[in-house]
């Protein structure tokens, strides 16, 4: 005579939805729409079935659920050198708002060096459990084929990027906003002859940054000069501000990103100017605050956890028509900047 097992010799076995239904005392169709996360369950009932289910060892299938809703819930992500400070407030924002939605998130790394990759990717996203991709430019001017891109059917595409493309819609920090932010208030602070340490040529950011803070200083009728090209690091910096430190008439220095003016505050320092009283200096991305107890550097932050909750809002909407979206970020005014009005 058979004997109905217990329920830590079911856990012991694989358990069922049946199994789950029976010791929570509710049909099979209850205990699926639990499964399913289903709304229409009270909640009473609903706390009953995941007890059940928690008790036997219960886990619903990835694959069952993705055949009845025809969609994975969850997102791939396309983004190389995952430790920089922006693309982990990007992660971060892209986490954040994808565990709000129950999605799960899958990182595919692309090569940092890799030219024409885009389409690489997106068919590699294509075969693995996603609804969707991200893919996050990182700034890298630009991509063989991105432009040219277009996503397929059956895999909707969204973009971190700062420039307009005709099928995806792109998000991302406003790079031209934060150098026109930085000239302005180094201008009001009395600023007249200023110089810019650049980022490399092949960067969108380094590139829009260039064009915004030029065109300000044109439109401002102010001194232009051709910005010293650094490569993001504080080495970098250091070489831009030996040379910007023979100019006895600037007053200030707007480095394209916070490595680079460490750089150059070091450079003015060893060649007798002094930071603030002699040369004014700000930087771009806010990151010395995360490995400096007090830092003195004026600097301007981007808001990235917004672009990566918003790529990611987008990435799973229904409708993705081709659109540009542009975050503002905001100047963390520190001693770094003098006055001189």
């Known amino acids: 005579m058979g004997t109905t097992p217990s329920p830590s010799a079911r856990k012991r076995s694989s358990a069922s939805l049946i199994d789950v ?74 986490l954040d708002a994808a565990a709000a939605q129950g999605y799960a998130v899958t990182l595919v790394q692309p090569r940092e060096d890799a030219t024409g990759e885009i389409s690489d990717i997106a068919r590699r996203m294509a075969s693995l459990p996603v609804d969707a991709m991200i893919y996050n430019l990182n700034r890298t001017y630009l991509i063989d084929d991105f432009l040219a891109f277009k996503p397929g059917p059956s895999l909707r595409c969204v973009a971190i990027a700062s420039i307009e493309h005709p099928s995806l819609a ?20 009395g600023h007249h002859h200023m ?5 490399p040529v ?4 380094a590139r829009q940054r260039e064009e915004a803070w030029l065109d300000f200083l044109k439109e401002e009728g102010l001194p232009t000069a051709e ?14 501000g030996l040379r910007i430190a023979e100019d006895p008439a ?3 220095v707007f480095a394209a990103n916070d490595n680079m003016a460490a750089g150059v505050i070091e450079a003015l320092r060893d060649k007798g100017r002094r930071v603030p009283d002699d040369v ?7 990151s010395l605050s995360q490995s400096i107890a007090k830092p003195q550097l004026t600097s301007y932050a981007f808001d990235d956890r917004t672009v990566g909750k918003l790529a990611f809002e987008a990435a799973v909407r229904p409708e993705n028509t ?20």
């Open 250 to 252: 600037v007053t200030a």
């Open 21 to 94: 239904a029976r010791l929570a005392g509710v049909s099979a169709q209850t205990a699926s729409r639990v499964a399913n996360d289903s709304p229409s369950v009270k909640p009473e009932t609903r706390e009953r079935v995941v007890k059940a289910m928690q008790e036997l060892g219960y886990h619903p299938s990835f694959a069952g659920r993705s055949l009845r809703l025809s969609r994975y819930q969850a997102v791939g992500l396309a983004m190389s050198n995952i430790i920089s400070s922006g693309n982990v407030r990007r992660l971060s924002g892209i």
């Open 195 to 199: 110089r810019m340490v650049g980022g």
């Open 322 to 341: 081709p659109s540009l979206t542009l975050v503002p970020g905001r100047l963390v005014e520190r001693s770094s900047v003098r006055d001189i009005r």
């Open 170 to 189: 792109c998000i991302d920090a406003d790079q031209a906003a934060c150098a026109r932010t930085i000239a302005k208030y180094l201008l009001n602070h």
């Open 227 to 240: 910005p010293v090209r650094g490569d993001w690091s504080a080495e970098s910096g250091y070489e831009a």
């Open 280 to 286: 004014s200096v700000v930087g771009v991305d806010n």
């Open 202 to 205: 092949n960067s969108i950011a």
